[in-house]
C-alpha cells in the first residue's frame, strides 16, 4: 500500500521583499528545514515525527515553488537568513528547531550566530561550511 503524502494545514507565499515570494508550507503538531541547494526545494517529511513537531518547510528565493524561480538578483546569503526570521515572525513561533542539510547548515550556523536564541536547537546533517 503507497505511503500518503502529509497535507499541510497552512501554506501560502511570503513577500520577503525585492520582488521575491517565498513559498512556505506548515505541517502539525516547531522544527524548521533549511534546505540544500542551490535551487533545491524542501525536502520530504519522512524523517519526521508529525506527532510531536510542528513542521515548516519553505523554499529559499529563487528555489522550487518559491518566485520568482532562479532569480539571483537580491538573492544573497544574507537575504536567505533575513527570511528565515521573517517567516518565523510570519508563523508566530518564539523558538524552533531548525534543521539544515547541506547548504541548509550554513544557513543555520548563520541564522543561530544572528539570532542567538531564536532556535531552541540545530540539527546539522550532511554539513556544507561555506563561510
Same mark, same amino acid.
Given at each position: 500500500m503507497p505511503k500518503s503524502t502529509p497535507v499541510p494545514f497552512n501554506e501560502g507565499y511570503l513577500p520577503v521583499g525585492d520582488g521575491h515570494r517565498q513559498y512556505f508550507a506548515e505541517y502539525e503538531p516547531a522544527v524548521v528545514v533549511l534546505h540544500g541547494g542551490p535551487g533545491s526545494g524542501c525536502p520530504m517529511l519522512g524523517w519526521f515525527n508529525l506527532s510531536r513537531h510542528r513542521g515548516v518547510l519553505f523554499d529559499q528565493r529563487g528555489a522550487?515553488?518559491?518566485?520568482?524561480?532562479?532569480?539571483? *538578483? @537580491?538573492?544573497?546569503?544574507?537575504? +536567505?537568513?533575513?527570511?528565515?526570521?521573517?517567516?518565523? *515572525? @510570519?508563523?508566530?513561533? *518564539?523558538? %524552533? +528547531?531548525?534543521?539544515?542539510?547541506? %547548504?541548509?547548515?550554513? +544557513?543555520?550556523?548563520?541564522?543561530?550566530?544572528?539570532y542567538s536564541g531564536s532556535a531552541s536547537g540545530l540539527v546539522l546533517r550532511g554539513i556544507f561550511l561555506a563561510i
Open positions: 522550487c515553488r518559491s518566485v520568482p524561480k532562479g532569480m539571483l *538578483a @537580491h538573492n544573497t546569503t544574507s537575504s +536567505l537568513v533575513e527570511d528565515i526570521k521573517r517567516l518565523q *515572525a @510570519h508563523l508566530r513561533i *518564539a523558538q %524552533w +528547531l531548525v534543521v539544515g542539510e547541506p %547548504w541548509g547548515t550554513t +544557513l543555520c550556523i548563520l541564522y543561530e550566530g544572528r
